[in-house]
């Protein structure tokens, strides 16, 4: 009851009449009619995580054709009674399943879990596993029962993200377990010595034999694929897979791909890539516009593969940046480049505001994308456009923050790559004009620009503008008060620099600063009789770093580094005195020194600054 009194004024306004005579039909999703995949956690979480009839309703009265509950996979019962209700309002069920199952601690998962090339053991059985498959095929199966009698369950949503402790990426990337080696040798007609397990890949490599590895375990990979499809269409030969995330692993492109899609049952794509914006400080136009470059550049994969597939883009309200009215844009964007959008459905909460301002603009994309209006994305926001809001919520913790003098002269700043979303803080003089220098850095094939925004102490938005891709530009403003004033800084998948200012300026680390490459010495203030701090630093799979940090008279006094299997290092310092402390960034024992990001500890002052004497302080208490 409490749905229909909450949504009541959204579906006055918009509404569907999905299980009339315009229902769709099951041939015509992907095609002529574009897929419309909600991933329910808002809506479930009512009832104690059990889809109940209300839910589906509510799906299908806001134009969606697809229904998913995140939780309940393995309960039958109910993707019967989830079936049953779709297919009476008209839309279909994909039950959703994670593509990875926890092994347990005990011997009899000894030699059988995924191993990394690196060695590394994820608590995870092997896709090489009789576990694995006997578990996986043991529900996809029954599905594809349950479908005759409730032909709205259309396939399985598999989620192959890797959630175990200990992640190098997303399932499945070759797995160098006990099973296949055993398979490999004894195929191979192999010795295969005692090896440990970070010792695998290189004997492999050593003796000539891994790209002969890597194809008896991808057509291991194939046969187990193509057995569970062969179980599958002997039922249901229209039953689909849908797979996350697109455009694949390993696994997925090798295996999953061509033993999976059929004529018959294309197979569906999940893409991630969409799920906010590029960056979270990204305009709205151009956040679409971006995300619309990844979909075209992600689809060319399965189509070089050449395979029947459906192919969508993902939105997460979760993300930072996915406002609701950029959410609904987002999904008419991805419908009119590719096959149709899911909705991973988590973030707000359903008797609040947030779910029923999300579920008007899922609402609005619904039916602007099944009448084709594709161009709507563009029309002009209804909400005002805040793309710099998340950058600024924190700053009123800092707005007391001492202010260093500056000489009015420009100072050059070391080679400091920005990557991402960041801020910095200026210490600004009332009346003399205050400039920094910036410049757009290119990485990769990227072709972002670089765009910023500066507010006063009031938080009040002074100025904006864009600095185009591999070009240098300026912000230069005259204060009217003396304080501290913030610039927001974005470039999308490229990276910046500051090159030079004439203020000071700190960069803001209190909740991550952004980077990528090495760094030298930048310096934060510790006030006196501060206690031990903590710095942190992390990398991303194998993108590695090391910190080192110094005290005052530039002596070392910790360091610590990521690894491939410890992607956060925290360094903890027991200051002897207050003052102006440093740290580095350099190149870890293991890895690539990329991106990463560094935090400091919210007892010390958020900024880092090129120049010890223009470190920020705390104003003495």
Same mark, same amino acid.
């Given at each position: ?397 800092? !707005?007391?923050?001492?202010?260093? *003098? =500056?000489? @009015?002269?420009?100072? +050059?700043?070391? &080679? ?5 979303? $960041? ?108 206690? !031990?701090?903590?710095?942190?630093? *992390? =990398?991303? @799979?194998?993108?590695? +770093?090391?910190? &080192? ?5 530039? $002596? ?66």
């Amino acid at each position: 009851m409490k749905f229909f009194i909450t949504l009541g004024v959204v579906f006055s306004l918009i509404s569907f009449s999905a299980y009339t005579e315009a229902t769709t039909t099951r041939a015509e999703l992907g095609k002529s009619e574009k897929l419309c995949i909600l991933v329910d956690k808002v809506m479930q979480p009512e009832a104690k995580w059990v889809t109940e009839e209300w839910m589906v309703k509510a799906a299908a009265d806001a134009g969606f054709n697809v229904f998913s509950p995140r939780i309940g996979h393995e309960r039958l019962d109910e993707v019967r009674r989830v079936a049953a209700w779709c297919g009476q309002y008209g839309i279909f069920h994909l039950p959703w399943m994670r593509g990875s199952l926890t092994a347990p601690d005990g011997p009899e998962a000894d030699g059988k879990r995924v191993v990394w090339e690196d060695g590394m053991e994820q608590a995870l059985w092997s896709p090489n596993a009789d576990a694995f498959w006997d578990w996986t095929t043991r529900y996809i199966v029954e599905y594809a029962r349950i479908s005759l009698k409730f032909p709205a369950l259309m396939g399985v949503f598999l989620d192959y993200e890797n959630y175990a402790p200990g992640k190098q990426g997303n399932l499945y990337s070759l797995s160098y377990d006990d099973i296949i080696l055993k398979q490999f040798s004894e195929a191979a007609n192999l010795e295969l010595p005692s090896l440990a397990r970070d010792k695998r890949k290189a004997w492999l490599e050593e003796k000539g034999l891994h790209e002969t590895f890597a194809e008896f375990q991808v057509n291991h990979w194939r046969e187990r694929c193509r057995a569970l499809r062969q179980a599958v269409d002997a039922i249901a030969p229209a039953f689909q897979f849908c797979v996350y995330p697109a455009p694949g692993t390993p696994f997925m492109v090798q295996a999953v791909y061509p033993e999976w899609a059929t004529a018959q049952a294309p197979l569906i794509l999940a893409d991630a890539c969409t799920y906010g914006r590029p960056s979270r400080f990204l305009p709205e136009q151009e956040s679409l516009a971006g995300n619309k470059a990844r979909l075209l550049d992600n689809i060319k994969i399965p189509r070089e593969a050449g395979i029947p597939f459906i192919y969508t883009g993902g939105i997460d309200p979760a993300v930072r940046g996915a406002d609701p009215e950029f959410s609904g844009k987002n999904a008419v964007m991805i419908s009119g480049v590719t096959d149709g959008y899911w909705i991973f459905y988590e973030g707000p909460t359903y008797t609040k505001d947030d779910h029923a301002e999300y579920w008007k603009w899922f609402t609005w994309a619904n039916s602007a994308i099944r009448e084709g209006r594709f161009d709507a994305q563009h029309q002009p926001r209804e909400n005002p456009e805040s793309w710099f809001a998340e950058a600024f919520k924190q700053v009123g913790k800092i !707005a007391e923050l001492g202010v260093p *003098k =500056g000489t @009015g002269q420009h100072v +050059a700043w070391p &080679n400091i790559k920005l990557r991402g979303d $960041n801020l910095i803080v200026l210490a600004a003089t009332a009346g003399t004009p205050a400039e920094v220098l910036l410049q757009d850095v290119p990485v990769g094939a990227y072709d972002n620009a670089l765009l910023w925004e500066l507010r006063d102490p009031s938080m009040k938005t002074l100025l904006s503008g864009t600095i185009p891709h591999g070009t240098n530009g300026e912000v230069r403003f005259t204060p009217e008060t003396e304080g501290l004033y913030f610039l927001a800084l974005t470039s999308g998948s490229c990276a910046y620099s500051i090159t030079s200012t004439n203020t000071p300026a700190g960069l803001y680390a209190a909740e991550g600063l952004s980077l990528i490459q090495g760094v030298g010495r930048l310096y934060f203030y510790v006030p006196p009789k501060t206690g !031990a701090f903590t710095l942190s630093i *992390k =990398g991303q @799979g194998g993108e590695t +770093a090391r910190l &080192n940090v110094f005290d005052p008279a530039g $002596n070392p006094i910790a360091t610590v580094q990521t690894s491939t299997k410890q992607q956060t290092a925290k360094a903890t310092v027991t200051p002897g005195d207050g003052g102006a402390y440093s740290l580095e960034v350099t190149k870890a024992d293991e890895g690539v020194l990329e991106d990463y990001t560094i935090t400091l500890d919210a007892k010390l002052p958020p900024t880092l600054s090129p120049l010890a004497e223009q470190v920020f302080q705390l104003p003495p208490k």
